[in-house]
């Protein structure tokens, strides 16, 4: 049923209205009330709200699934496509209900994948902190910020990957794309970030004066009528630039579990709303993790063979039950090798998050 929407905008646009101010007044609340006056995130303050963003996400997949079984058997244009193909009557319904059991798998698969991917942010945001030296007590106010303007990339990426998405030639393109990336994971040496060498770095610092040092957890401050940003600013200037960069990758990978936009943008966005309570709780472990590079590249490796080949292999969609259970089982293999054959103590330069 590839060749028509489940989902279509003009059909949902209310949808996409409601689940994003969803989404801005959970960031409100955990801002303005869990997280009013600035404080180190605990271990377990961090644990207790992964838990809770985990379990909005499955609670969201469990009435998505609900909602879908109950659509559609009446939903006119699947029934129409699968009477073309000489489905009807209880063979129909009977199809309608499995692509509601697919439809809500490819959101969990996604979530997961895009969950993985959210792996690499936490390496990149453990050494921007410490690039800037930013204390305990505001890196969730940066990260929820950076959280704030990954939601607005997220949506503009996911628009335009769905009109494009349109194009068989674009599907090769992405496919080939994340091959190649995943393949550039697998093989790349471990390189130190340098966001000096930022460019946008360079620009806010030759456009802007910068306060010496931080003035509390406030981005901009006004001194004798002149305004100067803060290194606070600075450091939340370079995670977005970041996030820019992993869009590119996280994006197409979701669209090759699934071309339902919806289910791009919710799965998209759960996994960005879980990402600062992850960061919290796995940034002092995350060097015992060594071979989860491997495992995210096979990920990218598997989702791009996936668009340009294995779709087409399996009579136009490859199980996805078969992937999640791939996907699932590649990360869960990377996580306990890396604990099985830990690198040895002369070579762990933990990351030390201030």
């Not at 929820?144 to 996911?158: H, K, P, Q």
């Not at 790349?188 to 030759?206: T, V, W």
């Amino acid at each position: 049923m590839d060749n028509i929407l489940l989902f279509p905008f003009s059909d949902y646009w209310w949808f996409y209205g409601f689940f994003t101010l969803f989404v801005f007044g959970v960031l409100a609340l955990d801002l303005g009330v869990f997280h009013r006056k600035a404080h180190a995130v605990s271990l377990r303050e961090a644990g207790t709200w992964s838990v809770i963003w985990v379990s909005l996400a499955l609670v969201f997949c469990f009435c998505f699934w609900k909602y879908a079984q109950h659509k559609f058997p009446v939903y006119e244009p699947l029934l129409a496509t699968l009477a073309e193909k000489g489905v009807v009557g209880d063979a129909a319904r009977v199809e309608a209900l499995r692509l509601a059991d697919r439809t809500a798998l490819e959101f969990l698969t996604g979530y997961v994948v895009e969950q993985a991917l959210s792996v690499d942010n936490i390496f990149v945001f453990i050494v921007i902190f410490n690039f800037f030296g930013v204390p305990s007590q505001y890196q969730h106010r940066v990260l929820f910020y950076g959280i704030l303007g990954a939601v607005g990339f997220r949506i503009t990426f996911i628009a335009l990957g769905a009109l494009l998405i349109k194009f068989h030639w674009v599907v090769w393109v992405l496919g080939a794309f994340l091959i190649f990336t995943g393949v550039k994971v697998f093989f790349a040496e471990d390189k130190q970030l340098d966001p000096d060498k930022n460019p946008l770095i360079r620009l806010l610092r030759r456009w802007f004066p910068v306060t010496p040092g931080f003035e509390g957890q406030r981005f901009v401050v006004r001194r004798q009528g002149i305004l100067y940003i803060t290194p606070l600013f600075v450091c939340l200037a370079c995670m977005e630039m970041t996030d820019i960069v992993f869009a590119v990758d996280s994006v197409p990978a979701i669209f090759a579990i699934t071309k339902e936009p919806l289910v791009v943008f919710t799965s998209n966005i759960f996994a960005i709303l879980g990402l600062r309570s992850m960061f919290f709780l796995l940034a002092n472990v995350m060097h015992k993790f060594h071979l989860l590079k491997f495992g995210l590249g096979l990920i990218l490796v598997f989702v791009g063979l996936k668009m340009v080949w294995l779709d087409a292999a399996f009579g136009g969609k490859f199980p996805i039950g078969l992937s999640l259970g791939i996907i699932g089982g590649v990360l869960m293999a990377s996580v306990v090798l890396s604990l099985v054959f830990p690198v040895k103590p002369a070579e762990i330069e933990p990351p030390a998050v201030s």
